[in-house]
């Protein structure tokens, strides 16, 4: 069986006809983006982020959580801001405007911060090794401050960067250094990232008074980003060159004497072993595609996994020694059989996902377009089945990219899913999730790009969507779990690329899933795999009473109903539904007949998008608010932006800035308490003009983002 690299894969059971969208396009208005105290978009006294200090630090609680040490039966959802910055993203911001982004971070709901290739930062232009620039070492130490101080706390990589911090090179953001991998088998690079370590995390910042390893405010972290070995040699891949490093030979001849002991042994597995080959002159050969579906590749994947093991102990064990008691993980991608073994041990399980991955900023850059509805929210499900159940799991990195049409899908997908799933933080990857004003004179903000969140108003508006689904917990945990039985290196075949079958996976759209040794009951997914099915299972979970007889869901079709009944996915439609007492909302596609969400009735609309209504006032539920925030999002796109198709599949030219946010409008009717209603555009940086309000009838009114202040994605309903 082969795999494409690219795991985003889409299984259509059919392709709905998009609703006819406005090809009238907005430029948006807005220059400062920093919200005011009283903005209806300033979360900061709904979700407010405690004080970090002792007894405040976050650890794993007995269910497998990640709770404060004070609460150790309360966990915590963490919404998480990514700061990727590079110096053609404007680089770690001065101690002034650090002050202000950490206070901005607050408002949007963020309660911790991953920073991201802060090593290659640090030695950007630098020759010497170590030799970190004095100034970024201080703008990061300063950030970290203010981060803390206003209750944020941190995730960092004890690697980023394939060059590390070895100094004389300028292409520290691209792949083009072995140095993830030499840090497996060669003593100098492991001791190179105990030096870094050393001379980052365990230096004193004096903007706190203690190292980073040691301040309570340092929730994680990632020993090595993306850093599988396989993963890594893709990456890496190069046409005309082996699929594996010749490094690999040695220590998998090693490894296979210790398995076999002997050439006739092996041979009595391997049938392709070649008569020049024994172990017992170490002349073994490394498979020369990763695509032969063999023993030898089977065996490749065990040496991967024991590799990877005992060497992660051992990198955790340098940061212990180091002074280190918080949390640790690694691997943080690449979802095949072979890594989930590899994760097996870690304390916390991380994980990266995408939808329409994109992987250059230049002309001729390609996207499939398309929705993540239409594939079952195939890149959630892809993580689901990483995670290892009775331990914490974090999406480490996560976005639906623009230019994606179906974008918007993102805010209700990943936080529906992952409050859902019962995760523990949320983290959609960006240099930067906010910025404080447009027009910046930097390479990668002179316009929308894939992975900059910040300057695009759908992307912004699925953020904000998910600080209350997911960080608040509008979306409830699901009460079912349903375990993926592991038994080990035999659950290995000759495939490199094996992942969990995704018939399976889409039992994550009815309850939590992950991986587990072993199960209660027999509800679990067994091995074989190939022998399973996912509708007897579902019928099995119904007879034990752990789902509701009327679920919805049906398999067949393409329709799935959360055991809560809160999250009904319809592939056929290009729909999501979400219906919870402080959030209605609906990500949509089509738009064949009016969509009943309980107290919000979505009647018609012009083009397909994103619709929320959610609580913001101490009401219990839409119904019972006085203040409502309506969500609204299109699409977007650069001014002067081209493709090179009409599918609008490949970059011609990214185009500039003004953002152009397309026009649209939804019909609308809510069941609402009774009372004088007025509904009030919210401009892009939180301003709810009353002049620019207007009285409605809950009972049916058209929202429109073509407001008289520009265009926008949010509105703010109040009863007088």
Not at 152 to 159: A, C, E, T, V
Request: charged share 25%; with cysteine; glycine share 8%.
């Amino acid at each position: 069986m082969r795999h494409v690299i690219r795991w985003v894969l889409a299984i259509m059971l059919a392709v709905p006809s998009p609703v006819i969208a406005s090809d009238e396009w907005l430029p948006v208005r807005e220059t400062s983006m920093v919200l005011g105290k009283q903005s209806p978009l300033n979360f900061s006294a709904i979700l407010p982020n405690p004080p970090i200090q002792a007894g405040s630090q976050l650890l794993t609680g007995q269910k497998g959580r990640l709770v404060r040490a004070s609460e150790p039966n309360k966990p915590v959802r963490l919404l998480c801001a990514s700061l990727a910055w590079s110096p053609a993203s404007g680089g770690f911001p001065s101690h002034a405007d650090a002050d202000v982004y950490a206070a901005e971070l607050v408002k949007h709901g963020y309660n911790i911060a991953r920073l991201h290739f802060v090593d290659a930062s640090l030695m950007f232009g630098r020759d010497r090794d170590f030799d970190f620039d004095p100034e970024v070492l201080d703008r990061i130490h300063y950030l970290l401050a203010a981060l803390k101080r206003n209750g944020i706390y941190w995730i960092m990589d004890g690697l980023s960067s394939w060059r590390g911090a070895y100094g004389g090179y300028d292409d520290r953001w691209d792949p083009a250094s072995d140095l993830k991998l030499a840090l497996y088998f060669d003593d100098k690079a492991f001791d190179h990232w105990v030096e870094l370590q050393r001379r980052f995390l365990a230096l004193v910042n004096p903007y706190t008074g203690t190292a980073p390893i040691n301040d309570e405010a340092l929730a994680l972290v990632i020993l090595v980003n993306e850093n599988n070995i396989e993963f890594d040699s893709i990456v890496r891949e190069r046409e005309g060159k082996p699929h594996y490093d010749e490094r690999l030979k040695l220590p998998f001849n090693d490894w296979l004497k210790q398995r076999y002991g002997s050439t006739a042994a092996l041979a009595k597995v391997w049938t392709d072993l070649q008569s020049g080959e024994r172990l017992e002159d170490d002349s073994i050969e490394l498979p020369r595609s990763r695509y032969e579906d063999s023993p030898r590749l089977k065996d490749l994947q065990a040496f991967f996994i024991s590799v990877e093991t005992s060497t992660a102990a051992r990198m955790a064990q340098a940061l212990r020694s180091l002074g280190y008691t918080g949390e640790i993980s690694s691997f943080n991608n690449w979802p095949t059989i072979q890594t989930t073994l590899s994760r097996e041990d870690l304390p916390v399980i991380t994980m990266n996902t995408y939808q329409d991955w994109v992987g250059s900023y230049s002309p001729g850059a390609t996207m499939t377009q398309n929705s993540s509805i239409d594939d079952g929210a195939g890149y959630m499900r892809l993580i689901a089945a990483a995670r290892w159940l009775g331990k914490p799991f974090v999406v480490s990195e996560y976005d639906h990219l623009f230019w994606n049409r179906y974008r918007y899908e993102a805010g209700l997908v990943m936080p529906a899913y992952a409050a859902q799933q019962g995760w523990d933080v949320l983290c959609r990857h960006a240099h930067g999730p906010i910025i404080l004003k447009y027009n910046e004179p930097f390479a990668h903000k002179k316009a929308m790009l894939p992975y900059a969140i910040a300057l695009d108003p759908v992307a912004r508006a699925g953020e904000t969507l998910a600080a209350l689904l997911f960080r608040r917990g509008d979306v409830a945990t699901s009460k079912l779990t349903i375990p993926f039985l592991v038994r080990g290196t035999e659950d290995l075949g000759g495939d490199m690329q094996a992942r969990e079958p995704e018939r399976l996976t889409e039992l994550g759209l009815v309850g939590a899933i992950g991986m587990a040794k072993a199960a209660d009951g027999s509800l679990g997914v067994g091995q074989p795999r190939s022998s399973v099915d996912p509708q007897a299972i579902l019928d099995a979970v119904k007879a034990a009473g752990l789902l509701a007889k009327d679920n919805q869901t049906d398999l067949k079709t393409g329709l799935y109903e959360s055991d809560t009944g809160e999250l009904l996915l319809d592939r056929l439609r290009g729909q999501l539904r979400v219906s919870t007492p402080k959030t209605e909302a609906v990500a949509f596609s089509t738009l064949r007949e009016p969509i009943n969400l309980g107290s919000v009735r979505v009647e018609a609309s012009d083009g397909n998008g994103l619709l929320a209504v959610s609580v913001i006032d101490d009401a219990e539920s839409i119904a019972q608010s006085r203040r409502l925030l309506v969500i609204y999002a299109t699409d977007a796109r650069n001014t002067g932006m081209q493709f090179s198709d009409d599918e609008e599949k490949v970059i011609a030219d990214f185009g500039r800035l003004p953002v152009l946010i397309r026009k649209g409008y939804v019909d609308l009717s809510l069941r609402l308490a009774e009372g004088q209603w007025r509904l009030t555009p919210i401009t892009l940086n939180g301003v709810a003009s009353k002049a620019a309000g207007q009285v409605i009838s809950p009972t049916g009114f058209r929202l429109s983002n073509d407001a008289a202040s520009g265009p926008t994605t949010f509105f703010l309903l109040e009863r007088g």
